[in-house]
């Protein structure tokens, strides 16, 4: 399968910087969703990021009624354990490990490379960093779950075994309900993952407190 080439936006906080971040939207957005909340997270005294936000490619998406938008894979229906785009997902799993090695001939090594995504970019975020084959920086993961979850034993890489992996979810998010975030925290956990849990009284959507809890997660992962 041939991976998807994702369009995307780039904003160093520095010349030559030595850190990039791949940050994935939800479903519907574009890579623009994000980028506001760079400037929020208080990193100036971190070495030189490259944040990256791509945009997923346009497809039919089954639960919208087949209207066709931007997303990471398929929604089969609203469950979202039995039924999954299991080829959808990997296809974007290689766009993301193909933007990794675009990186990586730029200089910055894959353990100066964190993933990051909300709600299926979470997803994708957990789906190619848990299979990557090289260490990875860190895990950024919101408001999203482990997809392909029953394969993950089996798939995962050992280099990323001990990767920090910085989850946080809603409590009022009724498009992925917090039970369905608790149940990927709690798999994560018995196979053995360092997972910094945050939860927040919000719908499906990003807080004041969380952004300063990811700036401060950062602070810590980058020092």
């Not at 998807?4 to 479903?27: C, F, K, R, Y």
């Not at 936000?53 to 354990?81: E, S």
Request: net charge negative; glycine share 8%.
């Amino acid at each position: 399968m041939t991976p998807t080439h994702l369009e995307t936006i780039q904003i160093d906080s520095a010349p030559n910087p030595s850190v990039a971040v791949i940050w994935m939207h939800g479903l519907g957005a574009d890579g623009n969703d994000f980028v506001p909340i760079v400037r929020e997270l208080n990193l100036q005294n971190c070495p030189g990021i490259r944040f990256i936000f791509p945009h997923a490619p346009t497809m039919p998406v089954t639960i919208n009624g087949g209207n066709v938008m931007r997303a990471w894979y398929d929604i089969l229906g609203t469950d979202l354990v039995r039924r999954e785009d299991d080829a959808g997902l990997r296809k974007s799993q290689e766009a993301i490990a193909q933007l990794i090695a675009n990186e990586k001939a730029r200089g910055i090594a894959a353990d100066h490379i964190i993933l990051a995504g909300f709600s299926q970019g979470c997803a994708i975020a957990l789906q190619t960093g848990l299979r990557y084959p090289e260490k990875l920086a860190g895990l950024l993961c919101l408001s999203g779950y482990v997809p392909i979850h029953t394969t993950l034993a089996a798939e995962r890489s050992p280099a990323n075994q001990a990767t920090p992996i910085f989850m946080a979810h809603g409590r009022a998010d009724p498009v992925i309900p917090i039970h369905r975030a608790e149940q990927s925290r709690d798999l994560l956990q018995s196979l053995g993952y360092s997972v910094e849990w945050h939860e927040y009284m919000m719908p499906h959507s990003v807080c004041e407190e969380e952004i300063e809890d990811i700036g401060n997660w950062l602070r810590q992962l980058l020092a």
